[in-house]
T-cell receptor, first 119, second 115 residues
Framework: AQKITQTQPGMFVQEKEAVTLDCTYD???????LFWYKQPSSGEMIFLIY??????QNATEGRYSLNFQKARKSANLVISASQLGDSAMYFC????????????????FGQGTTLQVKP | GAGVSQSPSNKVTEKGKDVELRCDPI?????LYWYRQRLGQGLEFLIY????????KSGLPSDRFSAERTGESVSTLTIQRTQQEDSAVYLC?????????????FGPGTRLTVT
C-alpha cells in the first residue's frame, strides 16, 4: 500500500534562513508523482511543487525546491530565504498512477508539518 | 479563470440530520475528488469521479456517505444521519486528468460541525 510519512509535526525557522521539510514515501508502483501543498490558517490548499518519478532533475519553483532521492524514497521540500508568510501547514502527497488496475490518481497525504517562521 | 468553489463554507448540524455539500469544479476538468480533513490531520480520500466512468468509492467511510456527479459538472456529497465523528473540513478538488502533472486544484472546503 502507498504511504507518505512526514516525521516532523512542527518546525521553527528564522526569517531569511532556509528550511527542509522531510517526506518519505512507500510505493511499489514505478510511476508516481509527488506533490507539496501549503495550507495556511485560512484552510486553502496551495500547490507548491511537483516531482514525477521519472524526472531526472530535482524540481524547483522559485524559493521552493524538492530534494528527490528516489533510491531512499524521500522527497524533501527545501524553502530558501524563509518569509513570515511561509508560516503554515505543509503537506507532502503522492499521486497514484492512472492505470487499468483501479488506480485513479488520487492523492495520498502525509500528516503534515507545521512551519513557523520567526521574525 | 474561476477556481473550484464549494458551498456552504460552514455548516453546523445536529447529530442525526442529513447534510449535502456542493462542489463546482473548474470548467473542463474531467476528474473530481472529495477529501476529508479532520482537525490537525492530513487529507483522507473519499471518492473520485472521472467523466462518465463508474466512480471510485473506495474511500467512503460508511454507507451513510454518498456522492453524485452528473457528467463533468457539479458534485454533491451527502452524509446521512450525521455523527459527531463526521465533523471535519470536506475538500473538493478537480483536475484536468489527461494532462500531466495531473495537479489537483482544491476548493476552499466546507467546515462541517455536528453537534
Amino acid at each position: 500500500a502507498q504511504k507518505i510519512t512526514q516525521t516532523q509535526p512542527g518546525m521553527f525557522v528564522q526569517e531569511k534562513e532556509a528550511v527542509t521539510l522531510d517526506c518519505t514515501y512507500d510505493t511499489s508502483d514505478p510511476s508516481y508523482g509527488l506533490f507539496w501543498y501549503k495550507q495556511p490558517s485560512s484552510g486553502e490548499m496551495i500547490f507548491l511543487i511537483y516531482q514525477g518519478s521519472y524526472d531526472q532533475q530535482n524540481a524547483t519553483e522559485g524559493r521552493y525546491s524538492l530534494n528527490f532521492q528516489k533510491a531512499r524514497k524521500s522527497a524533501n521540500l527545501v524553502i530558501s530565504a524563509s518569509q513570515l508568510g511561509d508560516s503554515a501547514m505543509y503537506f507532502c502527497a503522492m499521486r497514484e498512477p492512472f492505470d487499468g488496475s483501479g488506480n485513479t490518481g488520487k492523492l495520498i497525504f502525509g500528516q503534515g508539518t507545521t512551519l513557523q517562521v520567526k521574525p | 479563470g474561476a477556481g473550484v468553489s464549494q458551498s456552504p463554507s460552514n455548516k453546523v448540524t445536529e447529530k442525526g440530520k442529513d447534510v449535502e455539500l456542493r462542489c463546482d469544479p473548474i470548467s473542463g476538468h474531467t476528474a473530481l475528488y472529495w477529501y476529508r480533513q479532520r482537525l490537525g490531520q492530513g487529507l483522507e480520500f473519499l471518492i473520485y469521479f472521472q467523466g462518465n466512468s463508474a466512480p471510485d468509492k473506495s474511500g467512503l467511510p460508511s454507507d451513510r456517505f454518498s456522492a453524485e456527479r452528473t457528467g463533468e459538472s457539479v458534485s454533491t456529497l451527502t452524509i446521512q444521519r450525521t455523527q459527531q465523528e463526521d465533523s471535519a473540513v470536506y475538500l473538493c478538488a478537480s483536475s484536468p486528468a489527461g494532462q500531466a502533472p495531473y495537479e489537483q486544484y482544491f476548493g476552499p472546503g466546507t467546515r462541517l460541525t455536528v453537534t
